[in-house]
């Protein structure tokens, strides 16, 4: 994709970030990780959905800190899919920088049984998977569901699909205006003992929770970590959303 520069961020961030000079090994848009050790999430969404309640496709800023916008994500995804599968619908999110120009594809197949945390683990078609590709069509890493009674549980895979990060979900999920809380899904080693970072769903606060069905993230990891493993956990953080706080937002709007 090839149009026009946006010349104003579309979120409520200030600015955008600049672009670092390209770097060898990196993926071309995605410079701008290199420098991070925080990525701040913003959904969006219009007052045909806020009045309505009709699900239209998903729409994100990513920013820094200092709330310079760096990247936007767009879902593609037919009406159909939509109304009748709702959060467990099959996408294809398109990532883009301020010029346009199509840096990492984020893709989920559509699952009729995906979802449940026990059928992924008795069942590996049922588990939800994501890839992502960066520049699209080069694969960097894959999201895998793994099965659990009690938690959400993921493993982060390299284009070799060998484990290189673990995500653990909290026991409980907590949501909607009345519950001021955030809930916190742990990075973790690739052998699960460790944490080194977060991805965490924000408290907006009563009123915003009450009106507005955008949701508020954050991603934390150590600067140092891999570009594509940086990459590979937006793809994750999106996993999450669909999984544990779109049909919130619905339930609330109903």
Same mark, same amino acid.
Request: proline content about 6%.
């Given at each position: 994709?090839?149009?026009?520069?946006?010349?104003?961020?579309?979120?409520?961030?200030?600015?955008?970030?600049?672009?670092?000079?390209? +770097?060898?090994?990196?993926?071309?848009?995605?410079?701008?990780?290199?420098?991070?050790?925080?990525?701040?999430?913003?959904?969006?969404?219009?007052?045909? !959905?806020?009045?309505?309640?009709?699900?239209? =496709? &998903?729409?994100?800023?990513?920013? @820094?800190? =200092? =709330?310079?916008?760096?990247?936007?994500?767009?879902?593609?995804?037919?009406?159909?899919?939509?109304?009748?599968?709702?959060?467990?619908?099959?996408?294809?999110?398109?990532?883009?920088? =301020?010029?346009?120009?199509?840096?990492?594809?984020? %893709?989920? !197949?559509?699952?009729?049984?995906?979802?449940?945390?026990?059928?992924?683990?008795?069942?590996?078609?049922?588990?939800?998977?994501?890839?992502? !590709?960066?520049?699209?069509? @080069?694969?960097?890493? %894959? +999201?895998?569901?793994?099965?659990?009674?009690?938690?959400?549980?993921?493993?982060?895979?390299? !284009?070799?699909?060998?484990? +290189?990060?673990?995500?653990?979900?909290?026991?409980? +999920?907590?949501?909607?205006?009345?519950?001021?809380?955030? &809930?916190?899904?742990?990075?973790?080693?690739?052998?699960?003992?460790?944490?080194?970072?977060?991805?965490?769903?924000?408290?907006?606060?009563?009123?915003?929770?009450?009106?507005?069905?955008?949701?508020?993230?954050?991603?934390?990891?150590?600067?140092?970590?891999?570009?594509?493993?940086?990459? %590979?956990?937006?793809?994750?953080?999106?996993?999450?959303?669909?999984?544990?706080?779109?049909?919130? &937002? @619905?339930?609330?709007? &109903?």
């Amino acid at each position: 994709m090839n149009f026009s520069p946006i010349t104003s961020p579309p979120g409520t961030a200030s600015a955008w970030m600049p672009k670092p000079s390209p +770097i060898p090994g990196c993926p071309p848009g995605l410079e701008y990780l290199t420098q991070l050790d925080k990525i701040k999430i913003e959904q969006l969404t219009s007052l045909v !959905e806020i009045f309505t309640g009709w699900d239209r =496709n &998903n729409k994100y800023v990513l920013s @820094n800190s =200092n =709330n310079q916008q760096f990247l936007y994500v767009f879902e593609e995804t037919d009406t159909c899919m939509r109304i009748c599968c709702g959060n467990s619908r099959g996408f294809k999110f398109h990532v883009i920088d =301020n010029l346009k120009q199509e840096v990492m594809t984020i %893709t989920r !197949e559509f699952k009729c049984c995906a979802g449940c945390c026990w059928f992924a683990g008795c069942c590996t078609g049922c588990a939800f998977e994501v890839r992502v !590709e960066a520049p699209p069509g @080069n694969l960097i890493g %894959t +999201i895998r569901q793994k099965g659990s009674f009690w938690k959400a549980n993921y493993d982060i895979l390299d !284009e070799r699909d060998q484990t +290189i990060l673990k995500i653990e979900g909290p026991c409980c +999920i907590w949501d909607g205006a009345c519950c001021p809380c955030e &809930n916190e899904f742990k990075l973790l080693t690739a052998d699960g003992q460790t944490q080194i970072g977060s991805l965490t769903k924000e408290y907006a606060g009563f009123v915003k929770e009450m009106v507005s069905l955008a949701d508020k993230f954050t991603i934390s990891f150590p600067v140092d970590l891999s570009v594509k493993a940086k990459g %590979t956990l937006i793809g994750a953080l999106l996993l999450i959303d669909f999984m544990f706080f779109e049909h919130q &937002n @619905n339930n609330n709007d &109903n």
